[in-house]
C-alpha cells in the first residue's frame, strides 16, 4: 500500500483507519485532476527555468504527468482513501513512476497553495461553461421574441392581471435577468483569475522561485499579493457560489412561471412534451416536472451558498481543514445549475404559447384601464382624480361584466359628466400597447429596439 507522502518521520503509528474515511476528499476533489495536473506541470516549468530542478527533471515530470492525467480520464487510477485527495494521489503516481525526480515536484509548494490554485482553474472553466450556456438560453429567449411578436399577455402584479405586453417584452425581461448574472459572473471571474501558487504553506518560501511566471503560464491575470491570505482565502469560492444562487433563483422564478401558464387555468402555455412526465394512475396528465425540479433544485444552490458562509466564519489564519468541505457544495452548485440550463435552453425553444386561449381572455382583467386613466391625464385630469374615476367605471363595468369598452353614454355620464363614448378610441389591449411611450416600455417600437439591442449582443 502506498504511504501518503504528507506523512513525515516525525509520525511514531499510522493513520487510523476511521480518519482516513473521515478525512478523504478524492471522492469528490479527483474532478480537480486535470487543473492540478497544469497546476503542477507550470510549477515544475518554473522549478527547472530557476535552476531548482534540471530541465531533464522537468521533461520526465511533465511527461509522466500527462500520462497520469491519460490514467485517469481513462478511469485507471484506483482512489484510495489513505492518500486523501487528489493531490496526493498525483504526486504519488509521479513518485511510483520517477522515483526521487517526483519526489522533487513538491519543492516550494503545499497542499494549500496548490489546492487554492487548483481550484480557482477549475473555477475558471466552470464558469465560463456556465457563461456560455446562460448565453445560449438568452439567444433561445431572443429568438421566440421574433415568433411571438403579435401576441400580447397580460402582465401581472400580485399574480392579479395588471396591464397588457407583447410576449416578447417577457422574453426579453428574461434576457436583461441573465445578462446581468453573466455580467456578475464575469466580474466574479477577474478575482477568481489570481495566481495563488507559491504562497506555499502560508508563509511563502526561502527558495527563489518566480510566481509571476507561473501566473503566465496558467493564465491567470494577476498573483495573490500575501501568502496567509491565499492560504486561507476562499471568498471566491463563495462569490462564486452567490452567482450561482443568483441564477438558480432566476431559473426558479422562470420555471415557477411556466408551470403555472401551463395549467389548465391559465392555458397560456404548451410545454415540450419530452421533458414532462406522465401520470401513473391520471392518463391525462403532462406533468412539468423539469420545471419542478429547476424549481426545486434552487433551494440546494442557495443551500450551499449557506453552508459556505458558515463555513468560513469564525476561522483563524491561515489553512484549516474546515476549507476542504468546501468543494462539495461549490462543485453541487455549479453542477446543479448546469444541468437546470442545459434542459431550460431546449424547453424555452420548444414551448409554444397557446395564442388562441391568451386572446380570448385578454378583455377580462381590465388590463386597459390605466391606459385610460392616463389618456385622461393626458386630457388635463390630475392623476388622483383620474385614477378615482376610471375605478368607478371598473366597478359600474364589474356589476355586469362588462368590459370598459361596453360601457354606454348614460354610464359614462353618470361617473362624469365629463365624459363620453369618445374614450373607447383608447381602449382594448391592441391600443393599450400601441399607447406605451416609455422608453423600456412594451410598444411595438421600443421592444423592436430592446430585440435589435440584443440580437447585436448576442451574435
Ligand atoms: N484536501 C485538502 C483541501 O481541500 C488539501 C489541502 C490540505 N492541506 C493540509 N495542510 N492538510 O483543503
Keep these: 500500500m502506498t504511504a501518503s507522502p504528507s506523512r513525515s518521520g516525525v509520525f511514531q503509528a499510522a493513520t487510523d483507519k476511521r480518519l482516513e474515511a473521515f478525512g478523504e476528499s478524492i471522492s469528490f476533489d479527483y474532478r480537480l485532476y486535470q487543473h492540478d495536473i497544469r497546476g503542477s506541470i507550470a510549477h515544475a516549468r518554473m522549478l527547472a ?4 530542478i534540471s530541465n531533464d527533471e522537468f521533461s520526465q515530470i511533465e511527461v509522466a504527468l500527462i500520462e497520469i492525467e491519460s490514467e485517469i480520464s481513462a478511469g485507471r487510477m484506483v482512489f484510495r482513501p489513505e492518500l486523501e485527495d487528489i493531490h496526493m494521489h498525483i504526486e504519488s503516481a509521479l513518485i511510483e513512476r520517477l522515483g526521487d525526480v517526483g519526489r522533487k515536484l513538491h519543492t516550494a509548494r503545499s497542499r494549500n497553495d496548490q489546492v487554492n490554485t487548483d481550484f480557482r482553474l477549475w473555477i475558471r472553466d ?8 446562460l448565453a445560449d438560453l438568452q439567444r433561445a429567449f431572443l429568438g421566440r421574441c421574433e415568433q411571438d411578436f403579435e401576441i400580447i399577455v397580460p402582465a ?10 407583447l410576449a416578447a417584452h417577457y422574453w426579453l425581461c428574461y434576457i436583461e435577468k441573465l445578462a446581468r448574472d453573466r455580467s456578475r459572473l464575469s466580474d466574479c471571474r477577474r478575482r477568481v483569475n489570481v495566481c495563488g ?8 518560501t526561502t527558495l527563489p522561485i518566480d510566481r509571476h511566471l507561473v501566473a503566465r503560464e496558467l493564465g491567470f491575470e494577476g498573483v495573490a499579493g500575501n501568502s496567509l491570505d491565499v492560504s486561507s482565502d476562499r471568498d471566491f469560492v463563495l462569490e462564486s457560489a452567490f452567482v450561482l444562487a443568483l441564477i438558480a433563483g432566476h431559473l426558479s422564478g422562470w420555471a415557477e412561471e411556466w408551470i403555472l401558464w401551463s395549467t389548465v387555468e391559465f392555458g397560456f402555455i404548451k410545454l415540450p412534451h419530452q421533458f414532462c412526465t ?3 394512475i391520471m392518463p391525462q396528465k403532462v406533468n412539468p416536472d423539469t420545471l419542478e425540479l429547476t424549481r426545486g433544485k434552487s433551494a440546494r444552490v442557495i443551500g450551499n451558498l449557506q453552508t459556505l458562509l458558515v463555513l468560513v466564519k469564525g476561522l483563524p489564519l491561515a489553512y484549516n481543514r474546515d476549507l476542504q468541505e468546501d468543494k462539495p457544495a461549490l462543485f453541487d452548485s455549479f453542477e446543479t445549475v ?3 440550463l442545459e434542459l431550460a435552453v431546449p424547453i424555452v425553444e420548444g414551448a409554444q404559447l397557446q395564442k388562441l386561449s391568451i386572446s380570448s381572455r385578454l378583455d377580462q382583467g381590465y388590463l386597459d384601464a390605466t391606459t385610460l386613466m392616463e389618456h385622461l391625464i393626458a386630457k388635463g385630469l390630475p392623476q388622483r382624480t383620474a385614477h378615482h374615476l376610471v375605478g368607478k367605471l371598473v366597478g359600474i363595468a364589474q356589476q355586469s361584466g ?3 369598452a361596453d360601457l354606454s353614454e348614460e354610464q359614462l355620464k353618470s361617473a362624469s359628466p365629463d365624459l363620453d363614448i369618445a374614450i373607447r378610441q383608447v381602449l382594448g389591449v391592441e391600443k393599450a400597447v400601441k399607447a406605451y ?10 421592444v423592436r429596439k430592446q430585440i435589435l439591442y440584443w440580437s447585436e449582443q448576442l451574435q
Excluded: E, K
Design 156 to 165: 401581472y402584479t400580485h399574480m392579479q392581471r395588471a396591464q397588457p405586453v
Design 49 to 52: 527555468a530557476q535552476g531548482l
Design 437 to 446: 411611450q416609455s422608453y423600456g416600455s412594451s410598444c411595438p417600437d421600443q
Design 126 to 133: 466552470a464558469l465560463d461553461r456556465i457563461d456560455g450556456l
Design 278 to 280: 406522465g401520470s401513473s
Design 338 to 340: 448546469q444541468a437546470c
Design 402 to 404: 362588462a368590459r370598459l
Design 197 to 204: 501558487l507559491g504562497a506555499a504553506a502560508c508563509a511563502g
